[in-house]
């Protein structure tokens, strides 16, 4: 963890993979070894996507508790982790079927239980609706609009009891939700920060909160003006609990369009003391189709042979923890 004096800055394992294989020792010592170059070279944390599977979920959470047991046996006893999670097709909270909602809840939960298998505080990403999925009408056309408006108010009604269940699941084992609008070029809604704020409220419970993302932000916001008063709002709120800065191509955070100044600002003027999180998606095949990636992979150490005059994922995790560390300090945060 950070001292007192300097914000926690995680790094997403998104770089490397989707699907940290816990059950898969070889690549458990190939995490580890991700894990210690960058916390050597200044990373405080980690987020570990938690991919979603047919296994027993009780067999999945021992799963993570013995990747946890692999971090300490490495020496990795003070690292800080953070999950991602997503709702998915099958595992659906806003489901328009009570059984469905069940089997979402249950996941859920499961998910709660890894975080704090992993000894994380925080589990974040798209949970309220499953992510990358459009909804159709009857007769399959596309939704959108004031069509799909009227679709996600329904969902959010179908959704908010679950949610109240799992808060309170959630502060019982000490973890917080850091719910997280997507923008609508991935997903359907919630695409925005006030969306996300107003399901909390109705949830009213401090342990449901909102993760606010750089790239998001710009991809599909209300603006600045906006911005910064939804950001007072959940602050004053206490429920943002998570802060990822990403480019808006999710790609390399120290040469993109992040607007440093009006994102951080509202922020640190907050005094918002939770993690940051450096997100990029690098090119490897799981995400090639659903962010529509053009640009070429960072080569990834110890699994790709290296590529002269290209940059290495190690090397672009440096130089974005370099421009966030110059940033945070010029916007007050450090």
């Known amino acids: 963890m950070a001292n ?3 914000p926690d800055i995680c790094f997403s394992f998104f770089m490397f993979t989707a699907d940290l294989q816990p059950d898969n020792p070889a690549y458990t010592k190939v995490v580890i070894g991700h894990i210690k170059y960058l916390k050597d070279h200044g990373y405080t944390g980690f987020d570990l996507p938690i991919a979603p599977t047919a296994q027993d979920h009780r067999i999945e959470v021992q799963n993570y508790q013995k990747l ?8 990795l006893t003070d690292v800080h982790f953070t999950t991602n999670v997503g709702a998915t097709r099958t595992f659906d909270p806003s489901s328009m079927y009570t059984q469905q909602r069940d089997i979402a809840l249950a996941y859920l939960k ?5 975080t704090k298998a992993l000894r994380g505080d925080v589990m974040a990403g798209p949970i309220i609706t499953p992510y990358g999925i459009f909804p159709t009408s009857d007769s399959n056309q596309p939704i959108w609009s004031d069509a799909l408006q009227d679709w996600a108010k329904v969902r959010y009604h179908n959704a908010l009891p679950v949610f109240k269940q799992l808060g309170g699941y959630a502060a019982s084992q000490g973890v917080k939700l850091a719910i ?6 991935e997903t359907a809604p919630p695409n925005l920060v006030r969306e996300v704020v107003d399901f909390t409220e109705q949830v009213a419970n401090e342990s449901v909160g909102v993760c606010i993302d750089s790239a998001h932000v710009v991809l ?8 910064t008063d939804e950001v007072k709002r959940v602050l004053a709120k206490r429920v943002l609990h998570y802060v990822h800065i990403s480019a808006p191509d999710r790609g390399a955070v120290h040469e993109s369009w992040i607007p440093w100044k009006t994102f951080l600002t509202p922020i640190c003027a907050g005094a918002y003391k939770g993690p940051f999180l450096v997100e990029v998606f690098n090119a490897i095949p799981v995400f090639l189709n659903s962010l529509r990636l053009a640009r070429r992979k960072f080569w990834i150490p110890g699994e790709d042979a290296p590529e002269p005059g290209r940059p290495s994922a190690y090397t672009i995790a440096e130089k974005a923890l370099a421009a966030v560390h110059a940033e945070l300090g010029a916007a007050g945060c450090a």
């Open 68 to 75: 946890r047991d692999a971090f300490d046996a490495a020496g």
């Open 180 to 185: 997280e609008p997507v923008d609508h070029w």
């Open 4 to 6: 007192s004096s300097s």
């Open 110 to 114: 499961s998910r709660v239980d890894i």
């Open 220 to 227: 599909g916001s209300d603006g600045p003006p906006a911005f």
